[in-house]
Every structure is written in C-alpha cells, then in structure tokens.
C-alpha cells in the first residue's frame, strides 16, 4: 500500500508564506512526476506546480514567482515554498505523485488526504 501525507498547511496573514511538505511511503519502486493541486471551495481541482523526477518544474501562471515546488529523491517527498500569499490562494492542497509499485509494473496516480491553506486579507 501506498501513502501520500501531507504536512504544513495553517492560516497565515497575506503577504506570508508557508512550506508544504508530503511524503510518500510504503510499497514504492520509482516516482516519477510529483505535484500539488488545490481545489478552492465551489472549483474545480487545479494544477500548482509539478516537478519531473529529473527535477523539472512547471507553475501555473497564478502562482509563478511566488511559489516554489522541490522534491528529496531520497526520501520521496516533494515540498511546496508559498511566499507572498493572497487570500485567493485559499485551498485545500493536495500532494500527488506519479509512481511504480514494482519494477516494470503499472504507473499509477496516488493523492494525499489534503491539507487546508487559509490566506487571511
């Protein structure tokens, strides 16, 4: 069995910054692409950052210069640097990784449970 957990959410006032972390444990032979989505209340869920095992990255345009995604190979865990924060990046943010159970077996898509962000004005 596989677990993504997600650590780090919490309220912080505009203009701060918080650090995600989410580790991967369990039964795991490679990850391979690791992100973070949020989904705010009443939308939909929506890409934030996602980093390749080979330590490529991409932002959506909301959040480019201010959030920064990295990942410890080694201990499967990815992290999320959010500075500058704005009460629209309100979210429940959900880790994700992209991985091999066994070699040469199925890649498959895991989620974590979520942790709530909240950006107070």
């Known amino acids: 069995q596989v677990q993504l957990v997600e650590s780090g959410g919490g309220l912080v006032q505009a203009g701060g910054s918080l650090r995600l972390s989410c580790a991967a444990s369990?039964?795991?032979?490679?990850?391979?692409?690791m992100a973070w989505y949020r989904q705010a209340p009443g939308k939909r869920r929506e890409s934030v950052a996602i980093?390749?095992?080979?330590?490529?990255?991409n932002y959506a345009d909301s959040v480019k210069g201010r959030f920064t995604i990295s990942r410890d190979n080694a201990n499967n865990t990815v992290y999320l640097q959010m500075t500058s924060l704005k009460p629209e990046d309100t979210a429940v943010y959900y880790c994700?990784?992209?991985?091999?159970?066994?070699?040469?077996?199925?890649?498959?898509?895991?989620w974590g449970q979520g942790t709530q962000v909240t950006v107070s004005s």
């Open positions: 980093i390749t095992n080979g330590g490529s990255t």
């Open positions: 994700y990784a992209n991985l091999q159970r066994v070699r040469g077996g199925l890649v498959a898509p895991y």
């Open positions: 369990g039964s795991i032979f490679s990850i391979n692409a």
